[in-house]
């Protein structure tokens, strides 16, 4: 048995608790005991499945969904807009890998040079911008302004995994198609549940497309790591 296996183990089974606790029998206080237990776990998997040089931007990611995760337990309004900026600075993260990858921009290029500058100006734009509507503005709309930021860099983010798919082929890139299907899937049942639908199946849906999206990111990584050096 690989190392990694029982860190796996305990991946499932504490995100199948958070699951049953949180959005089937909405005990929020037990769900705490698990929320923190599936990022660290899955996070002990990749750094122990195998000893082959892992890309910083991989822990990036890990350490911003952490947080962000963390931050919808308080349940606050702040808190949440919070949660969904660092979840945004994750897709531009990504965004950055897939471009990278797909060789979507000509290697050596100028652009490809400074790519990396882009993204970084971009996601201070977006701060800058936040900060402004909030505490200048102080207007309502930049919540909804906030959310539709994300749907925007969400679904470029995943037309781009397709593409990348499409193009290179490559296990990496199959993972992170499923690592977005899945994430996609698991809001657009929770969303009809929660405005249109008010239906039990919707929920286990839900909970059953969520389930596996860190695992399937994971795998993203350990195969892009992989790719890397051959």
Do not use: W
């Not at 679904?155 to 082929?169: A, D």
């Amino acid at each position: 048995m690989n190392k990694a296996t029982p860190s796996l183990v305990l991946y499932f089974i504490s995100y199948i608790l958070y699951l049953f606790f949180f959005k089937i029998i909405q005990d929020k206080e037990t769900m705490l005991l698990f929320k923190p237990v599936i990022l660290a776990s899955i996070t002990f998997y990749y750094i122990n499945y195998s000893r082959v040089k892992k890309n910083s931007l991989h822990f990036a990611v890990l350490a911003i969904c952490f947080l962000s995760d963390n931050m919808n337990l308080f349940g606050e309004d702040f808190f949440h807009e919070i949660s969904i900026g660092l979840y945004l600075v994750m897709l531009f993260i990504l965004l950055y890998l897939i471009v990278k990858d797909s060789k979507l921009i000509q290697k050596g290029s100028s652009l490809d040079k400074y790519f990396g500058v882009i993204i970084v100006v971009l996601v201070l734009l977006f701060v800058f911008s936040k900060l402004t509507s909030t505490y200048l503005l102080k207007t309502k709309i930049h919540h909804y302004y906030f959310i539709l930021n994300y749907i925007v860099v969400f679904l470029s983010v995943l037309i781009l995994s397709f593409y990348n798919l499409f193009k290179k082929k490559t296990l990496s890139s199959k993972y992170l198609v499923a690592t977005l299907m899945c994430l996609f899937l698991a809001d657009l049942f929770s969303v009809i549940n929660a405005y249109y639908f008010h239906n039990k199946v919707l929920v286990y849906l839900s909970c059953l497309s969520e389930l596996p999206i860190y695992y399937f990111l994971i795998k993203y990584f350990i195969n892009r790591d992989l790719e890397a050096i051959k």
